[in-house]
């Protein structure tokens, strides 16, 4: 399988523990996505990453969310002192740097208790 | 005014009708548009891309007027498997896809 892979599917945890999701973009795709989605919205856009460079990251991304792409390669988002509102699922996306359409992985879904 | 607005339905249809979803966007400067289909929990999935001059794909037509900044899809001959929500999504140059908050449709027999 050769699409975006994203690790755990699903992450119970209780407030105020800190997370960490990963995500294995499709190998040729230099861009890197991660979005959050609530029941009955839309994908809401965090950051995305360029290679190794971050470089938009949204404004209402609080300070308690830090992304990285060490090698351009697989990303990783942390999540510190989870609070029942970041419940949702965390959706990864790769795209081409020269197409902007979009790849996405199953998501992973996080339960804050 | 949110960047991508869309009626979020319910659309309940049955099979074989035509149905029409819009889509307005706020930044005038967006360059890019594209529709995309998700289906209930699964990820979301490039349905096509809307070209400035309107574009087919099979049951499948889209629309951009620039002018009012309005984005459309219009379904026809309805199935079963279309059943799912449509996201209406923009960009602006340099920036990462806008999403709306999605249109729901149900085709039933």
């Known amino acids: 399988d050769t699409g975006v892979s994203q690790d755990p599917r699903h992450k119970i945890t209780k407030r105020g523990q800190n997370v960490t999701f990963r995500c294995d973009p499709i190998?040729?795709?230099?861009?890197l996505y991660w979005y959050r989605q609530t029941l009955g919205q839309g994908p809401e856009f965090l950051t995305y990453f360029q290679n190794e460079a971050q470089l938009e990251k949204s404004r209402l991304l609080s300070d308690r969310f830090s992304a990285e792409r060490p090698k351009g390669s697989f990303s990783t988002l942390e999540i510190q002192r989870t609070e029942q509102g970041d419940s949702a699922m965390y959706l990864c996306a790769s795209s081409r740097w020269s197409d902007e359409k979009l790849f996405f992985g199953s998501g992973t879904q996080l339960s804050v208790l | 005014r949110k960047e991508v607005e869309q009626d979020p339905g319910p659309f309940n249809v049955p099979e074989g009708a035509t149905v029409a979803f819009n889509c307005t966007y706020s930044n005038s400067a967006s360059q890019s548009f594209f529709w995309y289909r998700q289906d209930c929990r699964k990820e979301p999935k490039l349905l096509m891309s809307?070209?400035?001059s309107g574009n087919e794909d099979g049951r499948f037509t889209a629309q951009l007027n620039r002018a009012s900044q309005y984005i459309s899809l219009l379904i026809r001959d309805s199935k079963l498997s279309d059943s799912a929500t449509y996201l209406c999504v923009v960009n602006q140059a340099g920036t990462a896809l806008i999403f709306g908050k999605g249109t729901t449709l149900s085709v039933s027999s």
């Open positions: 809307v070209y400035s």
């Open positions: 190998s040729e795709h230099n861009r």
